[in-house]
């Protein structure tokens, strides 16, 4: 590109500028009603996926917890000391668990 054409550009722009500010200010001046701005806030686009996220921790904090019998009756076990531990059972858990992590 020319530089002859870098300046015809830039005062075509300049002159679309100052016709543009000239519209705006014959249009106001034939409008002698105030006008009343209005200030726009910003503005904040979220992700479907933090949508969903939101929403499951929305359904999450509404939901009753229904585990609290649950640990009652567990706390009642244990301070009447008639809690028994399954260690089978508790051993085969630890084991999942534990190969669960190993293979992430």
């Known amino acids: 590109m020319k530089i002859q054409e870098i300046a015809h550009k830039a005062q075509l722009l300049q002159y679309v500028n100052q016709q543009t500010k000239l519209n705006t200010h014959d249009q106001s001046a ?3 009603e105030p006008k009343v701005q209005t200030q726009v ?3 904040v686009d979220l992700s479907p996926s933090f949508r969903m996220i939101k ?3 929305e359904v999450a904090l509404a939901a009753p ?3 609290a019998d649950k640990v009652a009756a567990l706390k009642k076990k244990v301070e ?3 809690y028994q531990v399954n260690s089978d059972e508790l051993a ?3 084991l999942k668990e534990s190969i669960f992590e190993l293979s992430r």
């Open 30 to 32: 034939v409008n002698s």
């Open 41 to 43: 806030g910003d503005r």
């Open 55 to 57: 929403k499951i921790e």
């Open 65 to 67: 917890d229904t585990r």
């Open 80 to 82: 009447s000391g008639t």
């Open 92 to 94: 085969g858990k630890m």
